[in-house]
């Protein structure tokens, strides 16, 4: 179900990013957003079994290919002229916000209404960006001749921006993998302590999301300041030691796990906001839309892959209440993003 999600935007973010070279950014945005909206209110209306939840998740996914990069997209088409990578790694980060907040808010309400009333109330978020938009200034893109609407061609030729791309899908893979599995390891641990952990999964969950945002812009920051390729290769494989740390130490003290799933909650997303504003200023303007749309497309299929594969793994290596399992999730994701420091440097060799 988790996949599905990815999947539907997987599928649908070519066509709708690669609009936005085409026409006001804002206006897939706003479409993309209703969508989203609706088929979240619909999930608490009509799921009812593992098929329909999938396919309901996956309209949303679809509706979060209209908002996530068209979003990205209609923010950068308004930003003057210069420096652009805080602001790109912003609102990159801010998304995690949300998200994080999303698990809260979500969580409280469920406890209280049902898991069904989480759904309509979640759903009410997207609203709030269509508000936003209605409040930006038109913008019209650039009345420059374009090939066909799918053509990635010019893209698939600029390596620079390939590389960040590649190395975003190692990103997107590790970082899926862990978000949709981090309440399922938590519940296990506090199996496992018998009343000793700190902190609940769900609790678990929403720190590691919200420490996204200073983890994202730091490592902007780091890139801004060191080169964008050498702060990247070092992060990424920072965040392969951790992982391996905590599949290693599976069996460890919970407050010890604490430390090192917090420390791994700012490694995974530290590389974020560096990728993906890398991503947008090594595009060629005017295709600028398909870039990003190429840009998500590899990130959220491997997303999908990512939550998919951990699940694989869990399941051959004994299984969710199994040390093996938990150690070969976190060896899969340590394997992932330990590929992106290569992609940099693909994309460097040819120069």
Same mark, same amino acid.
């Given at each position: ?19 936005? &070279? ?46 996530y ?7 950068? &088409?308004?930003?003057?002229t ?7 790694t912003?609102?990159t ?9 999303s ?6 309400v ?15 978020g997207?609203?709030?960006m ?17 090939s066909?609407?799918? &053509? ?21 893979f590790?970082?899926?993998g ?15 302590g018998?009343?000793a ?29 060191y080169?964008?390729?050498?702060a ?22 919970p ?9 791994y ?33 590899i990130?959220?299929g ?6 998919w594969?951990?699940?694989i793994v ?38």
């Amino acid at each position: 179900m988790a996949s599905a999600f990815a999947f539907g935007y997987m599928l649908a973010v070519p066509v709708l990013t690669t609009l936005t &070279d085409r026409m006001d950014a804002r206006y897939i945005l706003m479409g993309g957003s209703a969508l989203s909206g609706i088929a979240t209110v619909l999930f608490g209306i009509l799921a009812d079994g593992l098929w329909s939840a999938t396919l309901i998740w996956g309209v949303a996914g679809i509706g979060f290919a209209g908002a996530y990069m068209p979003g990205l997209k209609a923010l950068f &088409d308004r930003l003057p002229t210069g420096e652009t990578s805080r602001a790109v790694t912003l609102y990159t980060a801010s998304f995690s916000v949300g998200v994080g907040f999303s698990f809260l808010v979500s969580q409280l309400v469920a406890d209280s209404l049902g898991w069904r009333a989480a759904f309509f109330v979640t759903g009410a978020g997207p609203l709030v960006m269509l508000a936003v938009c209605l409040g930006l200034a038109p913008v019209k893109p650039p009345s420059l001749h374009h090939s066909h609407l799918l &053509d990635f061609r010019p893209v698939m030729r600029n390596r620079a921006a390939l590389g960040y791309i590649l190395g975003y899908g190692a990103h997107c893979f590790e970082l899926y993998g862990m978000r949709t599995w981090i309440v399922a390891f938590w519940s296990f641990v506090v199996a496992q302590g018998e009343g000793a952990e700190p902190v609940g999964p769900v609790t678990v969950s929403v720190v590691v999301t919200l420490l996204s945002l200073p983890a994202s812009v730091l490592g902007n920051e780091a890139a801004l300041r060191y080169g964008r390729h050498l702060a990247l290769t070092i992060i990424m494989l920072a965040s392969a030691v951790v992982a391996l740390a905590i599949g290693f130490a599976v069996g460890a003290s919970p407050v010890l796990l604490l430390a090192l799933v917090i420390l791994y909650g700012f490694t995974v997303p530290a590389d974020s906001g560096a990728l993906t504003s890398g991503t947008t200023a090594s595009a060629v303007p005017m295709n600028r839309g398909a870039t990003l749309a190429l840009h998500s497309t590899i990130g959220f299929g491997l997303s999908a892959l990512g939550a998919w594969g951990a699940g694989i793994v869990l399941d051959a290596a004994g299984g969710p209440a199994e040390r093996s399992g938990w150690l070969a999730v976190f060896a899969l994701l340590a394997a992932g993003i330990a590929l992106g420091p290569i992609a940099l440097w693909w994309s460097r060799s040819a120069k």
